[in-house]
T-cell receptor, first 114, second 112 residues
Framework: ETGVTQTPRHLVMGMTNKKSLKCEQHLGHNAMYWYKQSAKKPLELMFVYNFKEQTENNSVPSRFSPECPNSSHLFLHLHTLQPEDSALYLC?????????????FGPGTRLTVT | DQQVKQNSPSLSVQEGRISILNCDYTNSMFDYFLWYKKYPAEGPTFLISISSIKDKNEDGRFTVFLNKSAKHLSLHIVPSQPGDSAVYFCAAAEGGSEKLVFGKGMKLTVNP
């Protein structure tokens, strides 16, 4: 595997379910990000992890819970979501966000909350 | 309040012609700008960037121009090819920040 991978690519879940999104980067980067892309809206940054430490939480509701066990893996745990949370969730990584703004994105997980 | 704006949702050009994609920003603290390209069912891929100390950066068929006084940047693609058909996102960052602020994107269609 190369680049940034995300699983699953598609997910349908009910409002009472608990599910997790997984992201893995094979680039040797130190920072990882979660973004949300809703229809007709810009990409919205959700969380930033730099060297496994969370450095940014962009006022995201607690029903979204990130986890970064190491620099290569990032999870987004989902529970009691709302239909308006349906969106494309993108993971990205970068070498060092303080020196390089170039982020490399995964293909995304298309989430539908019913 | 959107800090990065791509006011045109779409653009259609003929193969071989120039494509000009525009982006405006409101935050004068932004000092680094990037363009990303996104195909359907794929994540955005980095295309080209420019620092605020420059007013032009060129990479092959792609050139980005920055007008700091107007808080405006543009991406020129010459010559345009059908494979350039994608959604293009403009993004900006403040020095030392981990955050990229994205525009809504613009769909470019290059017709053969």
């Amino acid at each position: 595997e190369t680049g940034v991978t995300q699983t699953p690519r598609h997910l349908v879940m009910g409002m009472t379910n608990k599910k997790s999104l997984k992201c893995e980067q094979h680039l040797g980067h130190n920072a990882m990000y979660w973004y949300k892309q809703s229809a007709k809206k810009p990409l919205e940054l959700m969380f930033v992890y730099n060297f496994k430490e969370q450095t940014e939480n962009n006022s995201v509701p607690s029903r979204f819970s990130p986890e970064c066990p190491n620099s290569s893996h990032l999870f987004l745990h989902l529970h009691t979501l709302q239909p308006e949370d349906s969106a494309l969730y993108l993971c990205a990584s970068s070498q060092d966000p303080r020196n390089s703004y170039e982020q490399y994105f995964g293909p995304g997980t298309r989430l539908t909350v019913t | 309040d959107q800090q990065v704006k791509q006011n045109s949702p779409s653009l259609s050009v003929q193969e071989g012609r120039i494509s000009i994609l525009n982006c405006d920003y409101t935050n004068s603290m932004f000092d680094y700008f990037l363009w990303y390209k996104k195909y359907p069912a794929e994540g955005p891929t980095f295309l080209i960037s420019i620092s605020s100390i420059k007013d032009k950066n060129e990479d092959g068929r792609f050139t980005v121009f920055l007008n700091k006084s107007a808080k405006h940047l543009s991406l020129h693609i010459v010559p345009s090819q059908p494979g350039d058909s994608a959604v293009y996102f403009c993004a900006a960052a403040e020095g030392g920040s981990e955050k990229l602020v994205f525009g809504k994107g613009m769909k470019l269609t290059v017709n053969p």
